[in-house]
C-alpha cells in the first residue's frame, strides 16, 4: 500500500521556496542589492571629490558625519539582521515590498543626486560654508531645507520596505533619521553663523526636511 501525501505536506512542496521570490536568498532580492551598491558608489564618488577638491575638513562636523554614517549602516545591518532573526514580523505580499523598496530608494537617489547638482560646487559632504556662498532657493531647495537628506532618509525606507520585516521597516525609518537630527543642528548653526539673516530668512520659509511639514 502506497502512502499518500497529507494535503498540507503537498501543499507545503508545491510552495516555492522564500529564496525563490522577488526578495531573493534568504534576504534580499538582486534588484535591492543593486540599488543599494549604486547608492554606495555614489557616496564614494562624492567622498572622493570633497578629498580631492580638500573639502575634507571633520572638525566643523563636530562628529556628525560619524553618526549619520553609523546609523544609516547600522539601520541596514540590523534590519538584515531582524528579518532573519524574527520571521513572524514579515511583511505580507512579500514581492510588492521589495518592489515597492527599490522604486522609493531610487526616489531618493535621485533626489539626492539632484540636491547635489543644484548645489554645484557649494556641496560637501563635510561641513563647509565659504562666506561669499549664495543661499540657494531653487530646485528641490525650493521646497525643503535639506532635500539631500530628505533622499538619504528615503532611501533607509525603501531598503527597509524591501527587506520584507516590519520591525526591520520600523529600524530603517526611525534610525537615520535620529541620526541625521544632530547633523541639521550643527549644519544650520554654521550656515547662520556664516551666511547670517540671508540663511535665517530662508529658514524661516522653507522646512528642514518634509515640504509643508518640517
Known sequence: MIDQPEEGGARASLRPPRGTTLQGMPGLSTPLLVSIYCWFAWEGGLLVRDLVRRKGRLAPDRGTRVIVSLTLAGSIWIGILL???????????????????????????????WAVLTLGRSFSTFIQVDADQAVVTRGPYRWVRHPSYTGLLLIALGFGLGVGNWLSLAVCAVIPLVGLLPRIAVEEAELARVLGDQYRSYQEVTPRLVPGLW
Open 83 to 113: 528579518r532573519s532573526w524574527i520571521p513572524a514580523l514579515d511583511t505580507p505580499a512579500p514581492n510588492a515590498f521589495a518592489a515597492a523598496g527599490v522604486v522609493v530608494i531610487w526616489v531618493g537617489l535621485a533626489l539626492r543626486v
